[in-house]
Structure formats: structure tokens, C-alpha cells
């Protein structure tokens, strides 16, 4: 794909504090792509600076090979879409989305067309004349995305539009998200701090904390391959231990030695080590690789969350099969499920 943006050296100071501390992104022609992170850690001041609603303090912005920083905002090929739709209340649906056309005094015919094929892609076809303040807050939303998406901007920038929904309704508004940028086939960039509408929605996830970047992959790669503890905890439920690599393939944890996928570390290396639940099984005790307490079982729907209490910690297990409490039970594990991190700070 063709790269489109790239931010070189993004800092952004606020009243003495750094927010953003060097950041280095490269964004590619019809990508969707999501900063994801907690509250705080810089991702929609990344997203602001892009839209021209702030400047850095220092670095370039570059936009299809072209430094914008100097460029104000609506001359930039980038609309927005707020998590509050700013949606215009005394005016109904056709004329809230043609608001941008009728701006640039484009003539009636071409804007009818315009509008009335941006209401079959967010799926308000018949809607034209309904009054935005009668409207649901989904249908408020695809408004807000219709009326940014009318004046065929290259990018779209997206600062937590689902906030706002229930969780029903935010999860099929993922779905239309996804769908809606295949069809119109432009970049979107997505701010959110919800894991789980990262790893629906993205084809790249961009995690940040405090101001960096911790790492960038897809949703895959974030999820399975963490590159340290905070994106491993921040991602998916974890259990999280600190040990030692042995040797090539071998690592040492909870005074045990495991076989594991991993090398090219250091003879007895500090390593943080990741086991998702879903990738611990419950087992016999006689078949287990470690061995412990059921402390607690809850049924979740699809599976079993069960916590088991081993003489160093407890481990989170998500399964098919119920143990009941206070059974003594193995926990078993392959060397692929054992994933390997450089300790921070070693």
C-alpha cells in the first residue's frame, strides 16, 4: 500500500508536561488504522494534531508527501467524526449531511446524488426528511459519519464515535464501521481506549501509553506476539509472571523450568512471561505441569472463567469444562502458549 501520513518526531508539550514524546508513525492509503491506549496517553492529541485543531511542538506532519503543519484545517483532505456528533438540531438528515456540499456551493443535482448515496451506505435510505433530534443515537452516528464522508475526504478520523452507544448497538456499529471503509475505500484513523473494538475493527492497532508508542502490529500480532508487559496486560485478559531464561528454549518461572518457543536471550536473562486463559487447560493433577486450588468458577457464556490458586499465584483459565471449588486440579500448557518478553528496564 501506498504510505500516506507519516509523523516524524511528534512532541507535544502542555503547560510544561510532555504529552507526546517523539512519536514516529508511518499510515497507509485505504488502512484502517486505531490508536489505542488509556485514558491520557496521547492518542487523540495525535488525532487533533493530524486534523489541524492543534499544533505540535515540535516534528512534521507529512500528508501524501506534503509537511501540513502549516496548513489549516479545512484545507486538509481529513474530516473528523466526533464521539458527540455535533449534529445540527433544527436541520433534518439530508440537509445536516449536505451541510459540507452546499458550503462548497456545489449544485443541487450533484449534492442530491452525493447525499443520497452516503444515506444507502449508512443504511438511512427513506430517512431524508427525518428530524435529527428524533433519531436514535446509532442513527445519529451514521449521520455524523454520512455528513463527513459527503465531501470524499482521503482520510477519516474517527475520536471515539461509539462511546456514546450501549454495548449492543456499539457492536454493530462496529461491524457498519468496518464495512463502510472497504466500501468507500479510504483511510480511516480510529482513537479508542476499548481492547475489543481494536481487535474487531483494525487492520493495524497502534498501542500507546504515556506519550509513546509500546507497539504496532496487527490485530494478531498485538493480541499473540506482545512486545512487553503493558501491551500484554492492556490487551486481553493475561497472566502475567516474571522469570529467567535458562537457556535457548528453556525458561524458569515459579521455581519450575518450562519448554518454550523463544531464543536469542541472554543465559538466565530477566524475562517477562505471558499465558493467555484461553490457553491453559485443566487436567488431572498427575498431568499437570504446575498444580493448584480451584478458588472460584464463573460461567461467562462460552466458556468458564476459573481462577486457581498455586503456591505462587493465581492463575486465570478460560475453558469448556467446570471444576468445582476447592478441587485440586494440574494446569497444562505447550511450549507455544509460553510467550517470552524482555524484561523493562534490564
Request: hydrophobic letters at 40%; proline letters at 4%; aromatic letters at 8%.
Amino acid at each position: 500500500m501506498r504510505q500516506l501520513i507519516e509523523f516524524k518526531n511528534i512532541v507535544k508539550e502542555f503547560n510544561g508536561t510532555l504529552v507526546l514524546k517523539g512519536i514516529n508513525l508511518v499510515i497507509h492509503e485505504n488502512e484502517f488504522v486505531t490508536l489505542l491506549g488509556p485514558s491520557g496517553c496521547g492518542k487523540t492529541t495525535l488525532l487533533r494534531i493530524l486534523g489541524g485543531f492543534l499544533s505540535q511542538t515540535e516534528g512534521e506532519v507529512i500528508f501524501d508527501g506534503i509537511e501540513i503543519s502549516n496548513v489549516p484545517p479545512y484545507k486538509r483532505e481529513i474530516n473528523t467524526v466526533f464521539q458527540r456528533y455535533a449534529l445540527f438540531p433544527h436541520m433534518n438528515v439530508f440537509d445536516n449531511i449536505a451541510f459540507g456540499l452546499n458550503i462548497k456551493k456545489q449544485d443541487k443535482n450533484t449534492i442530491k446524488q452525493k447525499v443520497t448515496r452516503m444515506l444507502k451506505l449508512v443504511g438511512l435510505e427513506g430517512y431524508e426528511d427525518r428530524p435529527v433530534t428524533l433519531m436514535s443515537g446509532g442513527q445519529q452516528q451514521r449521520v455524523a459519519i454520512a455528513r463527513a464522508l459527503v465531501n470524499e475526504p482521503m482520510v477519516l478520523l474517527l475520536d471515539e464515535p461509539l462511546g456514546a452507544l450501549d454495548l449492543k448497538l456499539r457492536k454493530e456499529m462496529q461491524h457498519e464501521l468496518k464495512k463502510i471503509q472497504q466500501e468507500v475505500g479510504i483511510t480511516f484513523i480510529y482513537v479508542t481506549h476499548d481492547q475489543e473494538e481494536a481487535l474487531t475493527m483494525s487492520d493495524t492497532i497502534v498501542v500507546m501509553n504515556n506519550g509513546e508508542i509500546q507497539q504496532i502490529g496487527t490485530p494478531t500480532d498485538i493480541y499473540n506476539e506482545p512486545e512487553n508487559r503493558f501491551v500484554a496486560d492492556f490487551i486481553g485478559e493475561s497472566n502475567l509472571m516474571e522469570g529467567n531464561m535458562v537457556a535457548d528454549y528453556r525458561v524458569r518461572f515459579d521455581d519450575h523450568e518450562f519448554e518454550c518457543i523463544d531464543s536469542g536471550f541472554s543465559d538466565m536473562a530477566p524475562v517477562d512471561i505471558v499465558l493467555r486463559p484461553e490457553d491453559i487447560d485443566i487436567v488431572p493433577v498427575e498431568m499437570g505441569k504446575l498444580r493448584g486450588i480451584v478458588q472460584s468458577s464463573l460461567f461467562k457464556g462460552v466458556h468458564f472463567e476459573i481462577v486457581v490458586e498455586t503456591p505462587y499465584r493465581e492463575f486465570i483459565i478460560h475453558t469448556t469444562d467446570n471444576a468445582a471449588i476447592g478441587q485440586e486440579v494440574g494446569l497444562h500448557f505447550f511450549p507455544e502458549d509460553i510467550h517470552i518478553m524482555y524484561r523493562i528496564g534490564y
